[in-house]
């Protein structure tokens, strides 16, 4: 038998990681303790869902939340482009982190002025690392040219194409090509023949998609994730919810670790 392969799944979920985030992280180090193998994120990077990288921050002497999100180049890369084409504002970083320290500690203004980057998602997940988050896991992400080449084909996605001197994220369903426009309201565009490395599945369609790159033995799962997935098409793989944890959407900057001097492998794992 080969080794166990422990996966979660997610989307860049703020440049600060939502609360989840880390339960279904923590959740996949605890069960490899108890039977091993390696653990692999699949970053689900060619989401476009801009609202998915807000991340809510509470005032340290006040307690008033507020929620930041990366500036984008232009409202149709806003609200189309996927999360590892979504580029960000140049000035972005700097204007953030001169507001950081009304939220989160010294060294994690550090942290996030470290981080190079030019999109959504490769500035999120350079903060993971920053952060100790993934020391020890692999990433795939589902923007990447060469997983969506080793991918099957699926019956229910969305398609990158160019539409007015920008990357989107078009929803492919029969023959057709559309933008979500908000409700019921859609925006068909122009017809472009789909390529394999330009598809990214849909929600239903993206288990067996995902499972068919990284074949894992098991899945630690959010608790709405075990409502849709439909397990069957799966049946080996054992799936595991995740760990409950307080304000689970919230942003997480509470990293011990970084004021302890050791690594989030470490602190993790404690």
């Known amino acids: 038998m080969s080794d166990p392969v422990i996966c979660f799944g ?9 609360r989840f985030f880390h339960a279904k992280l923590l959740t996949a180090r605890r069960l490899q303790q108890s039977v091993g ?3 692999v994120y699949f970053c689900h990077d060619s989401d476009h869902d801009y609202r998915e990288t807000t991340t809510p921050l509470r005032d340290l002497k006040t307690g008033d939340l507020k929620r930041l999100n990366f ?16 580029r960000i504002q140049a000035d972005w970083q700097e204007k953030t982190a001169r507001v950081l320290p009304c ?3 010294p060294a994690l203004v550090g942290t996030f002025l470290a981080v190079r980057a030019e999109t959504v998602a490769d500035f999120c997940l350079g903060m993971y690392r920053g952060l100790g988050l993934l020391d020890g896991i692999d990433v795939v992400r589902s923007g990447d040219p060469a997983v969506r080449s080793k991918a099957i084909d699926v019956d229910d996605f969305y398609v990158d194409v160019d539409y ?13 090509l559309s933008l979500h426009r908000g409700g019921d309201e859609y925006l068909e565009i122009p017809w472009s023949e789909p390529r394999k490395s330009s598809i990214s599945p849909a929600r239903d369609t993206r288990l067996r998609w995902m499972q068919s790159v990284v074949r894992c033995t098991h899945y630690v799962a959010g608790a709405s994730e075990m409502q849709y997935l439909n397990r069957d098409e799966t049946p080996e793989i054992e ?3 995740r760990d409950a944890i307080e304000d689970s959407h919230g942003s997480l900057v509470d990293y011990p670790w970084i004021a302890e001097g050791s ?7 404690r």
């Open 10 to 18: 997610q989307q860049p979920c703020g440049f600060f990681p939502k």
């Open 37 to 39: 193998g390696r653990i």
């Open 71 to 86: 500036d984008h180049m232009g409202k149709l890369q806003k609200k189309y482009t996927p999360l590892y084409a979504k």
């Open 103 to 105: 939220f989160v500690v």
């Open 164 to 176: 007015e001197g920008e990357l989107v994220r078009a929803r492919c369903q029969a023959g057709r």
């Open 239 to 241: 799936f595991v919810e």
């Open 263 to 269: 690594s989030g492998t470490d602190a993790a794992v």
